[in-house]
């Protein structure tokens, strides 16, 4: 089985590329499941209803998404609903949404990291807890988004053999280590995004440039030109759970 993970969408320029690109992808490699995280992909931050269909029209299965889950509070009862969109599991019990969804034999699983970042509940326990669980699939695919390096390789570590993949997302730009661990468990510390090249990781490189200059707070927007579109393609042995290969592959559109 063949499962193509896609980095951050973000904005208009993320979503039309990911139109774009993935339905091509998948023809040429044969793809069976897109997974792609969509936090960023309303005008940069966020994500609405509106925007989270448009992205699952355009052959992507799963969404996942992270911290800016709750910017656009219209997406609140959406993510209530049927459609394939998950928030990070590791939120306080009660909040809206669901941190996992299982589609046939895949089990789609999203975290978010506590450093540099908010005091959410424990992703490595909250993880524990779900694999614990009745039913479990044989290939559970992790999307933990985290700021921190050390953790999402320690996420990595952790759950070397016990899952099929641990995807790593959130600062937009794409690690050139992706391995599977000794236990068949592929990784990646973070697979991208999709986004403005002549940005700062998505966001109009003048306006971010000027915060920094001034400390003076912005109105984020999407950054424009040629577009990157990172992704993992992931091959998996569906008899084990466990990885066989997992291979960066980036794309340019441009404008």
């Known amino acids: ?3 193509l993970v896609v980095g951050d969408i973000v904005g208009k320029p993320g979503r039309e590329a990911t139109a774009q690109l993935v339905p091509r992808l998948r023809k040429r490699y044969a793809v069976d499941m897109v997974i792609a995280n969509c936090e960023n992909a309303a005008g940069g931050v966020g994500i609405t209803q ?14 996942t998404t992270g911290n800016h889950v709750w910017r656009r509070k219209e997406v609140l009862p959406y993510l209530d609903s049927d459609a394939p969109i998950i928030r990070p599991l590791n939120y306080p019990p009660n909040v809206p949404g669901r941190g996992y969804i299982t589609i046939g034999d895949v ?12 005091s ?47 995807i790593g997302t959130h600062t937009h730009v794409g690690t050139v280590d992706t391995r599977v661990l000794p236990q068949g468990t592929a990784y990646v510390t973070d697979v991208g995004m999709v986004g403005p090249m002549e940005s700062v990781i998505g966001a109009d490189k003048e306006v971010i440039l000027s915060s920094f200059l001034t400390q003076m707070p912005f109105n984020q927007s ?22 066989i290969s997992i291979d960066r592959i980036d794309e340019e559109i441009k404008v």
């Open 1 to 3: 089985m063949k499962i």
């Open 50 to 63: 509106t925007t989270a269909e448009s992205i699952l029209e355009s052959e992507v299965d799963v969404l």
């Open 107 to 118: 089990m789609v699983a999203n975290l978010v990291g506590r450093t540099f970042m908010k």
């Open 120 to 166: 959410y509940d424990c992703p490595f326990r909250a993880m524990d807890a779900l694999l614990a669980g009745p039913g479990l699939p044989k290939i559970v695919i992790v999307d933990m988004h985290a700021e921190a390096t050390s953790e999402k390789v320690a996420m990595g570590w952790y759950l070397d053999g016990r899952v099929t993949a641990v």
């Open 222 to 243: 999407v950054g424009k030109g040629d577009t990157v579109f990172n992704s993992v393609l992931i091959d998996v042995d569906e008899s084990t759970g466990h990885a």
